[in-house]
């Protein structure tokens, strides 16, 4: 399992650092772009719109609804996991709960991603930064899905890892409120 989750975490590195070119020209096109983003960002100072705030926080709480759920099983399942209990058994507790929270993660980070091409500046850089520990915290929850659909039991240091994820992805959440709720 853990070879899973350095994988999985690998090829999420491996994803942000593709796409750069050392040459000036690649480097002048990112250079313009970053700057045409910044200045051209949603609302006053890079903030998101009325509009776009209101449609990100709705997309917010529907991934937290899911989230919150989600957690609830992996809390208990991981007791499940500690005690002695059947390969069939604890992939019964999961149930579909990790495919559920990968659905909305994926879901909250395509609309982080819309919302950042929206802002600038502070606004922009938080949502950035939330997107990246959500794409930690899904490809953990998958990895964890994908142990137990393989019919192996995760340990409790993976769904512990998970929440640790969960609490990153939460933390770098609380950024985008004072940097993109409109004036």
């Given at each position: 399992?853990?070879?899973?989750?350095?994988?999985?975490?690998?090829?999420?590195?491996?994803?942000?650092?593709?796409?750069?070119?050392?040459?000036?020209?690649?480097?002048?096109?990112?250079?313009?772009?970053?700057?045409?983003?910044?200045?051209?960002?949603?609302g006053a100072g890079g903030k998101l719109s009325a509009a776009?705030?209101?449609?990100?926080?709705?997309?917010?709480?529907?991934?937290?609804?899911?989230?919150q759920q989600g957690i609830a099983t992996f809390k208990k399942c991981r007791v499940k996991v500690s005690g002695s209990y059947s390969n069939?058994?604890?992939?019964?507790?999961?149930?579909s709960s990790t495919t559920?929270?990968?659905g909305a993660g994926q879901t909250l980070n395509a609309d982080l991603a819309t919302a950042?091409?929206?802002?600038?500046?502070?606004?922009?850089?938080?949502?950035?930064?939330a997107q990246g520990k959500v794409t930690l915290?899904?490809?953990?929850?998958n990895a964890l899905g994908l142990t137990v659909k393989q019919g192996q039991i995760p340990t409790t240091d993976d769904i512990d890892s998970t929440t640790k994820?969960?609490?990153?992805?939460?933390?770098?959440g609380k950024a985008i409120a004072p940097a993109c709720a409109p004036a």
């Open positions: 399992m853990r070879l899973l989750a350095v994988l999985a975490f690998a090829l999420v590195l491996g994803v942000t650092a593709c796409g750069g070119s050392s040459s000036s020209d690649s480097t002048t096109t990112s250079t313009t772009t970053e700057s045409t983003t910044t200045s051209s960002g949603g776009d705030w209101s449609a990100l926080q709705a997309d917010i709480a529907q991934a937290k609804t899911v989230n069939a058994e604890i992939a019964s507790c999961f149930g559920s929270v990968v950042q091409k929206e802002a600038g500046g502070a606004c922009a850089a938080a949502l950035g930064a915290y899904i490809s953990s929850v994820q969960l609490a990153n992805a939460q933390a770098a």
